[in-house]
């Protein structure tokens, strides 16, 4: 049976749903070329929202069943990029344990010296290192590590299967928002801590505070409530934010 183990995950499960049904639709039904991308595109805003929910399935899991969570991983691999345990090495226990430590945090923002990269410089080698980062954290966390490449194999079927029926649209529809989301959950790293005071966990984080912004993010503008308590379920963030909000210094929470 699938049940939830918390009913606002609904809303992720919906909407991971219909972003996985318009990309088959695009794939199997939609034969020009152009009309596809357009349809990509168009889709895109949403499909970048598939981020919030591959982190908060790797902070708390959806369904109460291993073969359910591990089935909506490989799901969400197909949107985000992320195949499961990735994000539970990479983040859980790489950026979470060490953001506090830029110098070997798993998403590194400054350079040896001591200077804050460039948001392109940045960008180049955490996306060079996600690989070698999350290997490094494995190689400390070996049994989490096998599940990810056992696993892997088998969240690469689908994809390899829509390569073979159609190489360009899998790449149009399936490979480059996957790379580009991929891409996308390394910037968001840059913008929540570049250039912080990483001496106390309430000046480590930006936070976005919009009620629409947390509303189509599922809460993720919530940053420092998160890092304070990261297993907490994302419909709280919200609660907790405002238990911790004046203690947050005020030019990190932007309201609009």
């Known amino acids: 049976m699938m049940k939830l183990r918390h009913p606002s995950d609904g809303w992720a499960l919906a909407l991971v749903a219909s972003v996985l049904a318009v990309q088959l639709w695009l794939f199997f039904r939609v ?13 895109f805003p949403f499909q970048s929202v598939t ?41 859980n226990l790489g950026h979470h344990r060490e953001y506090l430590r ?11 010296s001591g200077e804050p990269m460039t948001l392109a410089t940045y960008l180049w080698l955490n996306l060079r290192d996600l690989v070698p980062n999350t290997i490094a954290v494995g190689r400390q966390h070996p049994t989490v590590l096998a599940k990810l ?38 910037r968001i790293g840059y913008q929540q801590h570049a250039g912080l005071d990483t001496s106390d966990q309430l000046t480590a984080s930006r936070n976005q505070g919009g009620r629409l912004y947390n509303l189509l993010t599922f809460n993720s503008g919530y940053h420092t409530a998160h890092h304070l308590k990261p297993g907490l379920h994302w419909s709280e963030l919200a609660r907790f934010h405002g238990e911790i909000r004046d203690r947050i210094p005020p030019g990190l929470v932007n309201h609009g």
């Open 149 to 186: 490449q056992w696993l892997l194999v088998p969240a690469l079927l689908p994809l390899i299967a829509l390569l073979a029926i159609d190489p360009r649209k899998a790449l149009l529809v399936f490979v480059l928002p996957m790379f580009v989301n991929v891409l996308n959950t390394i």
């Open 51 to 91: 981020i919030a929910c591959v982190h908060y399935q790797h902070h708390r899991a959806v369904f109460g069943s291993g073969l359910l969570n591990r089935l909506y991983e490989m799901v969400l691999f197909l949107e985000t990029g992320l195949p499961p345990y990735l994000l539970t090495l990479h983040h």
């Open 31 to 43: 034969e020009s070329l152009l009309w596809t991308t357009a349809g990509v595109a168009a889709l």
């Open 102 to 112: 830029p110098a070997t945090d798993t998403l590194r923002w400054r350079h040896p």
